[in-house]
């Protein structure tokens, strides 16, 4: 069956700092992969997918980077962290194509910018 | 920009009542529809997907499709205190999108024992 891992599950960060997020998927291959952020009281906004290895799309433009250096590896990035990046992170998957298939959630980083 | 709208709630129930959550979504060439369950603090937990008219059952959950209305629903029967959570709809993009989905705010459902 496939599995799908974030970390780290908790992060506090201050101001300026840089990030590193990472999201795998195991059982699978060739799987669409989608980062999310979801800001408190407000629903679920994409913000990057990507459809095969170094292939990423950016949703909305941002403070935030990714990259797909493996097929089941998805890794969110930023230089320097603003404080409008606080909120929860989700990785989500679907198989290859991903047409009319619903998307599977993993369990989420909770990001703090202090 | 294509939306998803739900009633953001709280919807309270008693126990052992129909929780009923509604959706509608603006794109019409939308050919999938899923309805997630999310609890306080959790990712959310995919729970029903339809993709044609009517009705689909799985236990204690049924969705509802009305494509023409553009509407999607969710009933909970036997509604238990645990079923006490946010429910998000989604709902795909339509033509070349058509692997990415849009999700509505949330219902929040509280049920009460």
């Known amino acids: 069956s496939q599995t799908i891992h974030q970390w780290p599950a908790t992060l506090v960060q201050p101001v300026g700092s840089p990030l590193s997020l990472e999201c795998t998927v195991e059982?699978?291959?060739?799987?669409?992969l989608y980062w999310y952020r979801q800001a408190a009281g407000r629903g679920l906004q994409l913000l990057f997918y990507s459809v095969g290895i170094g292939q990423i799309s950016s949703e909305v433009p941002q403070n935030l980077s990714a990259s797909r250096p493996q097929d089941r590896q998805f890794i969110l990035s930023s230089k320097k962290l603003l404080l409008s990046d606080s909120g929860f992170y989700l990785c989500?998957?679907?198989?290859?194509?991903?047409?009319?298939?619903?998307?599977?959630f993993g369990d989420g980083t909770r990001l703090s910018i202090l | 920009q294509k939306e998803v709208e739900q009633n953001s709630g709280p919807l309270s129930v008693p126990e052992g009542a129909i929780a009923s959550l509604n959706c509608t979504y603006s794109?019409?060439?939308?050919?999938?529809f899923f309805w997630y369950r999310q609890y306080s603090g959790k990712s959310p937990e995919l729970i029903m997907s339809i993709y044609s008219n009517g009705d689909k059952e799985d236990g204690r959950f049924t969705a509802q499709l009305n494509k023409a209305s553009q509407y999607v629903s969710l009933l909970i029967r036997d509604s238990q205190p645990s079923d006490s959570a946010t429910y998000l709809c989604a709902v795909n993009r339509s033509g070349g999108s058509n692997y990415k989905l849009t999700f509505g705010k949330g219902t929040l459902l509280t049920v009460n024992p």
């Open positions: 059982g699978t291959s060739n799987p669409n």
């Open positions: 989500a998957w679907t198989p290859l194509g991903g047409i009319n298939q619903p998307q599977h």
């Open positions: 794109d019409r060439g939308s050919q999938s």
